[in-house]
C-alpha cells in the first residue's frame, strides 16, 4: 500500500512557512510541538518520517507520514498527519494550531460491508482523545469506503475495499501556549494500529482497544 499522499507544495524536511530545516524565524511554540513530534517513538509496527507539508493552509506546517507494517513486512495502513500553526489565530480552528490527517488501510469485503463502521473508526480517533484526557475542538471529519471489482483481463484479481478516515481537529493549547503533541500524535497512532487490525498496545498507559481482524495482505500491482 503507497504511502498517503495529496498533491502538495513545498520543502521535502515536513516544513511550511519558511521551508527551512532549523525553522528559522518560525514561532517559538510552533518549534516547541514540532520538536516533540519528531522526538516521539511509537510502537515498532509504526515507522513515523517527516514529509512535505502543504504551504497553502497555514504560515507554518510540519507533516509526518506513518507506514503500518506487521511483523513479516506486509503493509497494514498507512497515513498521513499535518500540524499547522497560524500565529494570528484562525477563526475557523478557534484556536492557533490545527491538526490534520488522513489514514486508510485495506480491508475484507465483508468488513467493509458492516453498515457501523464508519461509526466505530471515527470513535476511534475520539476515543483515543479521551483515553488520554486530551481537550480538543472543532472536530470534524468524514469515513469513506470503497470497493473495486475487477473485469476482463483483471478478472483474476480478487476484489478490493478500502476504509479511508480524513480528520482536523483543534488541540487545545497548554498555559504556556504549545499543544501536548506527543498525546495527540499517540492518539493518531492508536487509530492507526486500530485500522490497521494490530492487536493492543499492552505498554504503560495504553488504553486497551478492539481492532478489526482478517486484515487482508498487500496486493501487487
Known amino acids: 500500500m503507497a504511502a498517503a499522499q495529496e498533491p502538495q507544495s513545498g520543502g521535502t524536511d515536513g516544513t511550511g512557512g519558511t521551508g527551512g530545516t532549523d525553522f528559522q524565524g518560525a514561532p ?19 515507522e513515523l518520517s517527516p514529509t512535505r507539508a502543504p504551504r497553502r493552509l497555514a504560515p507554518w506546517a510540519f507533516a509526518l507520514e506513518a507506514a503500518v507494517s506487521d511483523g513479516d513486512g506486509d503493509d497494514l495502513a498507512d497515513g498521513r498527519l499535518v500540524l ?3 500565529p494570528a489565530g484562525h477563526e475557523a480552528w478557534k484556536g492557533r494550531f490545527r491538526l490534520v490527517t488522513l489514514v486508510r488501510a485495506e480491508l475484507e469485503p465483508e468488513l467493509a ?5 464508519p461509526e466505530v473508526c471515527w470513535s476511534w480517533l475520539t476515543g483515543a482523545f ?26 483474476e484479481r480478487p ?26 500524535l499517540a492518539a493518531w497512532c492508536e487509530l492507526l494500529s486500530q485500522i490497521a487490525g494490530l492487536p493492543p498496545a499492552t505498554g504503560p498507559g495504553e488504553a486497551a482497544v478492539v481492532s478489526l481482524p482478517q486484515r487482508r495482505g498487500p496486493r501487487g500491482s
Open 113 to 117: 460491508a458492516d453498515p457501523l463502521l
Open 28 to 46: 517559538a511554540d510552533f518549534g516547541a510541538a514540532v520538536a516533540s513530534l519528531r522526538a516521539a517513538r511509537p510502537r515498532p509496527e509504526i
Open 84 to 86: 499547522l500553526h497560524d
Open 130 to 155: 479521551t483515553a488520554r484526557g486530551l481537550a480538543y475542538g472543532e472536530a470534524g471529519g468524514t469515513v469513506t469506503r470503497a470497493s473495486s471489482h475487477y473485469f476482463g483481463g483483471l478478472r
Open 159 to 184: 476484489s478490493a475495499s478500502q476504509i479511508e478516515i480524513r480528520a482536523s481537529w483543534t488541540p487545545r493549547e497548554s498555559p504556556s501556549g504549545v499543544p501536548d503533541a506527543t498525546a495527540h
